[in-house]
């Protein structure tokens, strides 16, 4: 993971009250539904 990228998802977890962790599984879920996984 890039370093602006990292960045993004701290800040992102930390406006939101989640932890990263989360944010990243989420993503990655909906990156596998959009691609038929």
Known sequence: MNYETKKRLERASF???VKMTKIMQ???DQYLKDNGY
Request: glycine letters at 0%; a negative charge.
């Open 15 to 17: 406006e939101n009250d």
């Open 26 to 28: 989420a993503a990655i």
